[in-house]
């Protein structure tokens, strides 16, 4: 079973360049996010999508964008990458509001020089 | 507010020692989760705890959730190398559409 899967697992960019987190869930899942996790301070919620055509902001919203234009899909992009952008990345998803489990794919490691 | 610390932050020990981490919050929630993150993985599910008070076991592993729905606890019995990884403990928002991550108590079990 895929779950949730993400792609790239590595990437280094340049600050200044752009580039786009893509993940794909077939568990048929409405809630989508994204979650950023750096050292010390745990997993912190940058976007989610709550259905197909939707969006809203989390915790540490700035300096990315997201789209949800599948429901198995929801895509991070960083417009202009910054040094302060290195980060583990974490896509997940969950079946709704009365479904408390969240599911997590394997994570994306982002380096920005 | 949301926020979820969690005690300790790092916990190396032997094996076969007992370990107890601990969740708290300033806020009462309806149900909080635990999850377990290995090294290169995404977390995973423990277990869920809803009501006040109550106690869930898995194996080696206690979870305990506070009468008053505002903290948590993991007790694991005779740990195990196996056993290592960083626990997290989360909450859903006041909304349902968030879940809200404390930072997490990273144990290594030395055999």
């Known amino acids: 079973n895929a779950g949730v899967t993400q792609t790239p697992k590595f990437r280094v960019l340049k600050t200044g360049q752009s580039m786009t987190l893509l993940c794909a869930q077939d568990m048929n899942h409405e809630y989508m996010y994204w979650y950023r996790q750096d050292p010390g301070m745990g997993l912190r919620l940058i976007h989610y999508s709550v259905g197909e055509g939707t969006t809203a902001k989390g915790e540490v919203p700035d300096g990315y964008n997201v789209s949800r234009l599948k429901k198995q899909n929801f895509l991070l992009g960083l417009e202009s990458a910054a040094p302060s952008q290195t980060s583990v990345y974490f896509c997940?998803?969950?079946?709704?509001?009365?479904?408390?489990?969240?599911?997590f794919g394997e994570g994306s490691w982002l380096t920005v020089v | 507010t949301q926020l979820l610390e969690q005690s300790p932050q790092f916990l190396s020990i032997q094996e076969g020692e007992n370990l107890t981490v601990y969740c708290n919050s300033s806020s009462v929630f309806s149900s909080l989760q635990w999850y377990r993150q290995e090294p290169g993985e995404g977390p995973v599910l423990l277990v869920t705890v809803v009501t006040g008070g109550e106690v869930k076991k898995l194996k080696r592993l206690t979870f305990q959730f506070g009468d008053a729905r505002k903290d948590s606890s993991l007790h694991i019995t005779a740990a195990q190398p196996g056993d290592t990884g960083l626990y997290l403990c989360?909450?859903?928002?006041?909304?349902?559409?968030?879940?809200?991550f404390g930072s997490g108590t990273k144990l290594n079990v030395k055999p």
């Open positions: 997940a998803s969950s079946r709704g509001p009365s479904g408390n489990t969240i599911y």
């Open positions: 989360a909450r859903r928002g006041d909304n349902f559409n968030k879940f809200y």
